[in-house]
């Protein structure tokens, strides 16, 4: 397989990061953005949309977002439960993750990283820490009261939601107010076959 792939994103991380959990291995190949990289015919043919990451799942099979990748590789494994209410509940987080927690925890922490910020865009920043904020309480919530998000054990929606939740801090968003969720983060990092971001 190969992972169109960008080294500091959160969402390819979330691959890079199954995929080691699977045991698989896979070509790794980096795409800068800042060059036009995901702009190119040829990349707009493997993402309508532009983005990584995206699996060659099969040759000539590409298959972007990170959520549905991240199901794709787990089907057929505990990471995924195979229907019913558990499976439900792994959905549950990982739509959750993209409309609540990524736009703004990701968001925030790009801007804060790579940008340089105008008045206007300050604002807008504050306004994105002050939703994450409001994400991670959500996760606090879930996770005083059980171990991991989803069907009793360790699945890929814990995956999808440590990839940007562990580096909230890059974002400005701070995680002391949060012990569960810093207590969840320890779990997820002691899982065998765990990689780093950075890795
Ligand atoms: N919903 C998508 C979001 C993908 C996304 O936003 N990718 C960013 C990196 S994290 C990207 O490709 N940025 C470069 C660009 O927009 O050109 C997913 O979960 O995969």
């Known amino acids: 397989m190969r992972l169109f792939d960008m080294p500091d994103s959160g969402n390819c991380y979330k691959v890079r990061l199954m995929l080691a959990l699977l045991g698989r291995r896979f070509e790794r190949i980096v795409i800068d953005p800042d060059a036009g990289e995901t702009r190119t015919a040829e990349f707009l043919a493997l993402n309508p949309y532009g983005k990584v990451p995206v699996l060659e799942v099969s040759p000539g099979e590409f298959l972007p977002e990170s959520n549905a990748i991240l199901c794709h590789l787990a089907e057929g494994t505990p990471y995924l439960p195979a229907a019913g209410m558990d499976r439900a509940r792994v959905m ?88 569960a969720v810093r207590a969840w983060i320890a779990r997820v990092e002691d899982v065998p076959g765990f990689v780093p971001l950075s890795a």
């Open 92 to 179: 549950q987080w990982l739509f959750w993750e993209q409309y609540s927690h990524e736009p703004n925890i990701a968001v925030a922490r790009h801007w804060l990283k790579h940008l340089e910020l105008d008045e206007a865009r300050r604002a807008e920043l504050a306004v994105r820490q002050e939703k994450g904020r409001a994400a991670l309480e959500a996760l606090e919530r879930r996770l005083t009261e059980a171990d991991w998000l989803a069907a009793g054990r360790f699945t890929t929606a814990d995956v999808a939601l440590f990839a940007y939740t562990h580096v909230a801090p890059e974002g400005g968003i701070g995680l002391n107010p949060f012990p």
